[in-house]
């Protein structure tokens, strides 16, 4: 058993805080990365230069809340002009319209102002997941550090480096 000194106490303390700080920033950012996404992707739809896209092919790749997910290939003119072919997944909500169709035109918003994300679809709808379990994780992770650094003064415990 080694006793620690006052200097490597609060050079463990400070590492410990840190790092548990990390992790938080961490969770946090993992719950609000899909909202920003989506905002992004919103902002593209009001502002972004509308094109129309043809479909060149299309692939079911499953299902998604009971609807088909579907992967196109789409065709359009770029920003500087060029024909431009990308891929596309997509969720069809209204399968029965024949939407997403080979040969069929859909409009897309480009993204002017950079790359993330380089276009929009226009008549889509964007949603973030909710990550309840994230929440969850994080509210845990902090309530535990607050729990821990208030209780452990009170137990009596003593600060001890055990090596083995």
């Keep these: 058993m080694v006793s620690s000194t006052p200097t490597v106490a609060t050079v463990l303390l400070a590492v410990g805080t840190i790092l548990w700080t ?62 431009t072919k990308v891929k596309l997944t997509v969720v069809d909500s209204k399968p029965h319209e024949n939407r997403y169709e080979l040969g069929n035109y859909i409009d897309l918003r480009l993204n002017q102002n950079g790359f993330k994300p380089p276009f929009a679809m226009a008549s889509a709808s964007y949603k973030a997941d909710k990550r309840l379990w994230a929440w969850v994780l994080l509210i845990f992770n902090i309530a535990y550090a607050v729990d821990l650094s208030c209780a452990v003064p009170y137990l009596g415990f003593k600060w001890q480096i055990y090596i083995i």
Excluded: W
């Design 22 to 83: 990390f992790q938080s920033v961490l969770i946090a950012f993992f719950i609000t990365k899909p909202r920003k996404h989506v905002k992004r992707h919103q902002k593209v739809q009001k502002s972004g230069k509308l094109v129309e896209a043809k479909i060149l092919s299309y692939e079911k790749t499953g299902e998604m809340d009971g609807m088909p997910k579907r992967e196109l290939l789409l065709s359009f003119i770029n920003l500087a002009g060029y024909p």
